[in-house]
């Protein structure tokens, strides 16, 4: 036994690389071979492999394509609630630094509507603003602004005092001292504020759309994932949950980037 | 900017010897919410001379720290004035850099270098990248961190952070240079090679420079020190002024000693006045 494990000669980082890969195989696996093995019926829950085939064909390989245009209506209704919640964040924060009764309605604001699931609100929404994106865009806002709001405030607030005097020493401007030292002292919390409210209105979105589409008539992830369950196209509901989950895996690393090129370089990560 | 440049010319004509730093009656209270004002420097009258190396010694809480960050321009007196040169200290300027204590006052996203520069480039904008990265290399190189320059302060041990402070206080060239405690959070270790570099440092990079330099350590005060300005606790008054003939000799040196046994004394007296 001991001759053979030195004959394999397998490196411990290798093995280290390679363990999520293989967990994901095999659970992938595990997936096909019982639902093939024990007949379960597809439209209750279809293969894996017919899951993936689908998700190819939606996304143009061997077929229409068609939830690219689900994805973008998905995305831009996010991207312009988040342009929305991240304004409104900076607003309110500029706001708070400088107003202590500012910054007690804020931190109430956020003690408030943070234990929220903001979903909760869609059906307000719709009495508001009726079937439209505006509906999707309140909820959504409401999902992000609050994470993002408070670790902006956390990140200000903690900004070393130190640095604040080296900025009047070296005679920045009020401007330039918010530019060169305060943001990137606080950069750590807010990319650690904009990952939570991209993931809480990632969440929101999808559930908001499984009620309408983005246009009020379709459009969106979650309206294709609800009308393929509708039409009784199992296997392109599961490719949609499998689109939900992938975009939201790839922005999480879009931002653990952003965290490696700067904060982690410079050893002012916070968690 | 050129307010600034012109302030510097005036320093250069003044002589060495002539007051540089005129302190008349400072008092500087603190006013907690709720609570009367605490005065932690009472009445301190004192001049300070261009070019040299003044050392304000005094137990921790004595309000040494308060008065250098006055000086510095970041707080305000209760009353009394402090001048530069004949012109009263207004918000704080380059031409009085201060060294902190706590490591934390390099921009942690600047390299070495990038720390260096960015301070050679905020007091001179005209110079052009490449001459204030050359005169970076050069206040670099003085500190002994040349091998670290690329490096983030993350990666820095404590003395080297602090050298990489002193490195970017010296490309400055102030007129005045304000150290507060700058080798305080150090180990023992290190501070005593800080400290005996500190003197060469100066000696080879800010020869005209008045240093304004605050500890509570008596063998740093008799190392450093041309004159030592003793205070006392509670409130922060001025004890003792003493010419100090040990300026530049060797830490611990045997002559030196009996000065520092003397301010040792002055020290523990000032402990005792406190109630």
Known sequence: ?271 | MATAANRAARFEQLSPGEPLVTIRDASIAYSTRGRAATLAVDSVSIDIRKGEKFVILGPSGCGKSTLLTAIGGFIPLTSGSIKIDGEPVGSPSMDRIMVFQDFGQLLPWRTVLGNVTWGIRRRFPKMSRSEAQARARECIALVGLDRQSPQYPNTLSGGQKQRCALARAFAVAPALLLMDEPFGALDAINRERMQAELNRMLMEGARDMTVIFVTHDVNEAVHLGDRIMVMSRGPGRVRALIDNPHVGSPLFHTDAMPLAAELRELLKDTENTVS
């Open chain 1, 1 to 271: 036994m001991k001759a053979l494990a030195e004959g394999h000669n397998v490196s411990p980082e290798i093995i280290e690389k390679l363990r999520k890969p293989i967990v994901v195989a095999g659970l992938c696996l595990a997936w096909e071979l019982v639902v093939r093995g024990m007949q379960v019926n597809p439209l209750l829950f279809p293969a894996f492999s017919d899951v993936v085939m689908h998700l190819a064909a939606g996304l143009g390989l061997g077929g229409s394509g068609e939830l690219w245009g689900y994805i973008w209506d998905t995305l831009r209704v996010l991207l312009q609630a988040y342009a929305i919640s991240v304004a409104l964040a900076i607003f309110m924060t500029g706001l708070a630094v400088g107003n202590r009764w500012a910054r007690e309605v804020l931190s109430v604001m956020t003690g408030i509507f943070q234990p929220l699931p903001s979903i909760a609100l869609l059906p307000m929404a719709i009495l508001w603003f009726g079937f439209s994106q505006e509906s999707l865009i309140f909820v959504v806002v409401m999902s992000m602004l609050w994470p993002i709001a408070s670790s902006l405030t956390v990140g200000f607030a903690t900004v070393s005092p130190t640095l604040v005097r080296l900025g009047q020493n070296y005679e920045l401007s009020r401007i330039s001292l918010v530019t060169t030292v305060l943001v990137p002292s606080a950069l750590p919390m807010m990319i650690a504020g904009l990952k939570v409210g991209w993931g809480f209105g990632w969440r929101t979105i999808v559930a908001a759309e499984l009620v309408f589409g983005a246009t009020g008539g379709g459009g969106g992830i979650g309206w294709f994932i609800n009308n393929s369950r509708l039409f009784m196209n199992v296997a392109d509901g599961f490719a949609g949950i499998m689109l939900v989950i992938i975009i939201g895996l790839a922005t999480e690393s879009l931002f653990i980037a952003l965290q490696r090129l700067t904060t982690q370089r410079w050893g002012t990560e916070t968690a």
